[in-house]
T-cell receptor, first 110, second 114 residues
Framework: DGGITQSPKYLFRKEGQNVTLSCEQNLNHDAMYWYRQDPGQGLRLIYYSQIVNDFQKGDIAEGYSVSREKKESFPLTVTSAQKNPTAFYLCASSILNEQFFGPGTRLTVL | AQSVTQPDIHITVSEGASLELRCNYSYGATPYLFWYVQSPGQGLQLLLKYFSGDTLVQGIKGFEAEFKRSQSSFNLRKPSVHWSDAAEYFC????????????FGAGTILRVKS
């Protein structure tokens, strides 16, 4: 089945630690995205990539980093510089102006 | 800058009743318009989209939406709600022609009472 997978589903980290969220897609889409979701705020764009080896900052990129070494993969690293990292993180990919979303990773900082 | 307003944080309807979820946007031209649905702890699923043409758009699960340029609105409707429609609904806009930078509203949580 084609789709987007995110792992892990739940992630816990201690303050001061970096953590990497995985996003893989087998839809052969060129573009991929990372969003952060907080209650009552909708989704906010962190980073996006329209092609391999290229990515751009979204609206809330501070404290996050990404890489796009393969078309299928777009991992997100939440660094210790992110002051409030506890949130639900959603990855998406797109074709023909339509974005498809993964199931999400819930990150909790202890 | 673009913005999307969903005025209703929560809506409760009875099963079988009609539903309308409101969405207003702020943008200089007509953007691409989308409605997504999210069940708790899950990703988002696209219900319908509007790029151009007929202003009444049909989507999945019996939903439809109407684009009204004069009101900068894209309201979602369903004639008869089912208990399984309980979820959170998000309106989103994106600037043409690529539609790749979605801006989301804050969402409306739909509760269905039997």
């Amino acid at each position: 089945d084609g789709g987007i997978t995110q792992s892990p589903k739940y992630l816990f980290r201690k303050e001061g630690q970096n953590v990497t969220l995985s996003c893989e897609q087998n839809l052969n889409h060129d573009a991929m995205y990372w969003y952060r979701q907080d209650p009552g705020q909708g989704l906010r764009l962190i980073y996006y990539s329209q092609i391999v080896n290229d990515f751009q900052k979204g609206d809330i990129a501070e404290g996050y980093s990404v890489s796009r070494e393969k078309k299928e993969s777009f991992p997100l690293t939440v660094t210790s510089a992110q002051k409030n990292p506890t949130a639900f993180y959603l990855c998406a990919s797109s074709i023909l102006n339509e974005q498809f979303f993964g199931p999400g990773t819930r990150l909790t900082v202890l | 800058a673009q913005s999307v307003t969903q005025p209703d944080i929560h809506i409760t309807v009875s099963e079988g009743a009609s539903l309308e979820l409101r969405c207003n946007y702020s943008y200089g031209a007509t953007p691409y318009l989308f409605w997504y649905v999210q069940s708790p702890g899950q990703g988002l699923q696209l219900l319908l989209k509007y790029f151009s043409g007929d202003t009444l758009v049909q989507g999945i699960k019996g939903f439809e939406a109407e684009f009204k340029r004069s009101q900068s609105s894209f309201n979602l409707r369903k004639p008869s709600v089912h208990w399984s429609d309980a979820a959170e609904y998000f309106c989103a806009v994106a600037p043409p022609p690529y539609g790749n930078k979605l801006v989301f509203g804050a969402g409306t949580i739909l509760r269905v009472k039997s």
